[in-house]
């Protein structure tokens, strides 16, 4: 089939400035038979065979027959074949029950024919280690999801509307009208089906298809569709730039342990579209799933840093947050209580030949010994060493015990571990689960937090301890 390059203008436009494809993929291509499927697939097939760049594209369509309209889904799946093979693209016909399936999971048939479709996509693009799938998403869809979205109620990323791409699924039409789509399809002289289910109302997104938004591009502005576009690419960079900046906050004011995060006093201080992004990410991550953590759970959740210490609140999916001196914890009782989720700390003892001097470099030690050689140790949050003479009770690791103390200058001079771990505003929750390298109670190491001074290698030490904490907590 010979088709002008012309033809798909916009399409190429949108796949160059997103960098959409490189020369040598392979992509699974959803294909219902409809006018956006069949235009994406013809664009992308004359893309194969017209570029030079793009001679070793691999093309692959795939179609859902969804068991709901009997011969009409039977017509649309036999013509999507004949398309493919007159396209010289290869084609796979998946039949799937979405009526019962639908009925199964308590889901709405469209939203169950939608999930059903990608998990379909996915696994033939495992089975064939392709690297993307393009879907026909366009202009309009984007418009569309916008205005559903903000009457049911939604977030930035959700008036964000459909992105260009997301993750390996790409959508080369989302810059290009269904009125072009369609008259483009017209002008080079392939047929497409419609789907019968298109045309009811029965379903949201075709009430906004047929009578929402055409009365805003008829009454208000002709220009609504694309106005709506422009708007959430706008509230896409911002969404985002908010995402970003929130994730940089969970790592400087938050601690994360096993089931439970705990933020510090310092984020009540942050923009509060910041904060309650990243408490979002917080829920979300130690509930496993975004789905219903809804804006009254993260606004109590933010409002507790004005509360006194104590204050908790009951959350969504078994989640809790309690207002600490530190800050807010927030955790996930379903986690087990049963300890750290580190792996403690592994020693080593090595015989060396007497030490004539120790400094550091680049970082790390340098220890020269009496024989002429030396080694470098690496120094830092996970490894430490020590002059194994100099410990004088047995060595022990644990976690914290009352009476800690740590040797903080080279004169002896002690302080309590209690004292230390709150002057480093370790969160209570943490500091019963600190691995320790010690000695009765003399605390040798805390990893991430720091060394004692009465066991530092020095001139004349014969054995080195070498400590290794082998996770970060």
Avoid at 191 to 197: G, K, L
Avoid at 412 to 421: A, F, N, T, V
């Amino acid at each position: 089939m010979n088709i002008s390059e012309m033809s798909f203008n916009s399409i190429y436009k949108t796949i160059e400035r997103y960098n959409l494809l490189e020369q040598k993929d392979s992509l699974i291509i959803g294909v219902s038979g409809g006018a956006d499927s069949v235009c994406l697939l013809a664009a992308l097939a004359n893309l194969r065979d017209t570029k030079e760049e793009f001679r070793d594209l691999k093309l692959f369509a795939v179609h859902v027959h969804h068991g709901i309209r009997g011969a009409e889904a039977d017509r649309d799946a036999s013509f999507v074949e004949k398309l493919a093979k007159d396209l010289s693209v290869p084609c796979r016909i998946v039949k799937i029950n979405v009526p019962k399936l639908s009925e199964e999971s308590g889901m709405s048939e469209e939203e169950t024919g939608r999930r059903e479709r990608y998990r379909i996509f996915e696994e033939i693009r495992d089975e064939f280690h392709f690297t993307k799938i393009a879907v026909a998403h366009n202009k309009n869809d984007l418009a569309e999801t916008f205005l559903m979205n903000l009457a049911r109620g939604t977030g930035l990323t959700g008036l964000a509307g459909i992105r260009p791409v997301n993750g390996h699924i790409i959508r080369p039409l989302i810059e290009t009208d269904r009125s072009e789509i369609e008259a483009t399809v017209r002008e080079l002289g392939l047929d497409f089906v419609t789907d019968s289910t298109n045309l009811s109302d029965d379903y949201t997104r075709n009430r906004i298809r047929h009578v929402i938004l055409p009365e805003l591009t008829s009454a208000v502005n002709s220009e609504a569709v694309s106005h709506i576009c422009e708007a959430a690419e706008k509230i896409s960079a911002a969404d985002r730039f908010i995402k970003e900046e929130a994730k940089k906050a969970l790592q400087e004011i938050s601690t994360r342990g096993r089931g439970f995060f705990i933020v510090r006093n310092e984020a009540a201080e942050l923009p509060y579209v910041i904060l309650t992004e990243m408490i979002h990410m917080i829920l979300a991550d130690l509930a496993g799933r975004a789905r219903d953590i809804s804006d009254v759970h993260i606004r109590d959740v933010a409002g507790l840093f004005s509360k006194e210490n104590g204050k908790s609140l009951d959350l969504i999916y078994g989640l809790t947050a309690v207002r600490q001196y530190e800050g807010v914890l927030i955790k996930n009782f379903s986690y087990e209580e049963s300890g750290p989720e580190f792996k403690d700390i592994e020693t080593e003892i090595l015989t060396v030949p007497p030490v004539e001097s120790v400094f550091a470099e680049a970082g790390n030690l340098r220890v020269n010994f009496s024989d002429g050689t030396y080694k470098i140790y690496k120094e830092n949050s996970c490894n430490k060493i020590f002059d194994y003479d100099k410990i004088t009770d047995s060595i022990l690791v644990r976690t914290k015990e009352p009476g800690d103390f740590v040797v903080i200058s080279t004169d002896g001079k002690r302080k309590k571990l209690s004292d230390i771990l709150t002057d480093r505003k370790i969160p209570t929750e943490l500091r019963e689960r600190l691995p320790l390298l010690t000695a009765g109670h003399e605390v040798l190491w805390v990893p991430g937090v720091r060394s004692g001074e009465s066991a530092r290698v020095s001139k004349g030490t014969e054995k080195i301890l070498c400590a290794f904490a082998l996770k970060r907590y």
